[in-house]
């Protein structure tokens, strides 16, 4: 496991309002995964999801505690990220938001001059409940034309 240099952007939309009983399994939903062409080691992809968990116990206070997976469809394992807690430690309550991150650049793994590769990602609570797992469409990854002799 790595530790991520990727920038993790929390946008809580009523993160701690009360809700109908939802399911204490976090659930999760593709917003937006971009841009759909990178150049490599340059840009990087930002992904948009929308998270919803019944008790609140979704993000952990230890920076070092991954509750975010990402794998890069070209790879053979996925990559951790820390959330931060989502709603108060001590508090059972429903909450619903959404998060924005922002994942290291891209790079080719082969000789070609671009890859083609998709994320799939899932999130994990402090309970160890597993969301569903999402799949972002079609990523391109190009040689930087401007590095290549």
Known sequence: MRTPLAVLSLFLLAACRKEAALDPVPAIELVSAGPQQVTAFDEPVVLRFTYADGDGDLGTEDPDAYT??????????AD????PPLAPLDAQVAIRGELEVELTSLFLLGNSGQEVMTYSF????????????????????????????
């Open 122 to 149: 899932f999130v994990t609570d402090r309970a160890g409940n597993r969301s569903n797992t999402l799949t972002t469409a079609a990523i391109t990854v190009v040689a930087d034309t401007a590095q290549v002799p």
């Open 80 to 83: 951790g990220y820390h959330i």
């Open 68 to 77: 975010l997976w990402v794998k890069d469809s070209r790879l053979g394992s």
